[in-house]
């Protein structure tokens, strides 16, 4: 399968894309300024931004669902953005699930395997999600620069 330009962000990237006060969010801007190819959300990274959002202490505001939303269907507003629909399965993998040696890495896991099976990268800001994939697997990842 030949490498993909598209690029699924984990909930930590779109947190820093979406936050203004976020630490990272002028490098969540400039990276995806620099991207030219498909960037994704999914239904899982979608629902944990929403989760994120809604809550004052992580957003440093309340907000009403309504208005998170809004935020969110702001991704189609760039034409380069896409939703994936999620059909990954980690009991039928295209990475490599040996990694796993606790439930902290499931879920990082599922959102590169789901990225995989669309012929995407996952995006991040967290070097720490690259020494917990398989090495034979790491170049499916790219680390955001912050």
Known sequence: MPESSGLLFDVNALVALTLTTHQHHQAAHRFLAQHNGPWATSPMTESALCRLLLNPVVAGVQRSFGEVVVIVKGFAQDP???????????????????????????????????????????????????????????????????
Not at 83 to 99: E, I, Y
Not at 108 to 122: I, K
């Open 80 to 146: 380069r953005w896409v939703f994936l629909a999620d059909d990954s399965r980690l009991s039928d993998p295209s990475v490599d699930p040996r990694v796993i040696m606790g439930h902290s890495q499931v879920t990082d896991l599922h959102l590169l395997n789901l990225a995989v099976r669309h012929n995407m990268r996952l995006a991040t800001f967290d070097g720490k999600l690259l020494s917990g994939v398989a090495p034979a697997d790491r170049h499916r990842m790219v680390l955001i620069p912050s």
